[in-house]
């Protein structure tokens, strides 16, 4: 069972209706909500957090408001003492929007997207030209030779496969190929599994 149908079936009401059923996969059904209750939790939290901004969403989506996404920065700004990471599949907003949404670099805030193979490297550019504190890449989950891809100005290389019992395989040599080219633009290396 995925994320969101055990949230639902805990009784989380904010996931619920937001997957079908396929077969014998449960998928998002493309509904996006915008959670203006959850912009006030970090305000909460005065012991200093890590915060995965996305785990079950993508803030660059291209139904997510301006106005949104806005605020998220404003909570972020608001609270020093939490390191965010934000992490997106669409990247096309980031060049333009982070700067001129926000205004600033926050040094608490990682931002990052996910490359699973070659046909995604192109995802990089984009982070390239966003300004962050720290940038990264998650290759994962990890279905696919990315090939040569320049790491210049990006901080870590997060790789993992997938898990479940129809997880496709990761390869060794895929793994070493990511972990060689962070050594030679000396970009941190983290292999999840």
Request: glycine share 6%; net charge positive.
């Amino acid at each position: 069972m995925d994320m969101a149908r055990r949230l639902e079936a805990m009784g989380v009401e904010k996931y619920a209706g937001l997957t079908k059923k396929s077969g014998k996969r449960t998928v998002w059904n493309g509904l996006v909500r915008e959670d203006m209750g959850a912009l006030t939790i970090p305000m909460r939290w005065r012991k200093p957090r890590k915060i995965f901004v996305n785990s079950m969403s993508d803030l660059f989506h291209e139904k997510v408001s301006d106005d949104f996404i806005l605020k998220v920065w404003r909570v972020m700004r608001d609270t020093p003492q939490h390191n965010y990471q934000i992490l997106t599949k669409r990247p096309e907003r980031l060049p333009e929007m982070v700067p001129t949404l926000t205004g600033d670099i926050l040094p608490n805030v990682w931002l990052g997207i996910s490359i699973e193979n070659a046909e995604a490297a192109h995802r990089i550019q984009y982070l390239r030209e966003a300004p962050a504190a720290i940038r990264f890449v998650s290759f994962e989950p990890l279905i696919g030779s990315v090939g040569t891809i320049d790491l210049a100005g990006i901080d870590w290389a997060i790789v993992g496969g997938e898990s479940g019992k129809s997880a496709r395989p990761i390869r060794e040599e895929w793994i070493d190929e990511i972990h060689a080219q962070c050594l030679a633009t000396r970009t941190a290396f983290f292999f999840k599994q």
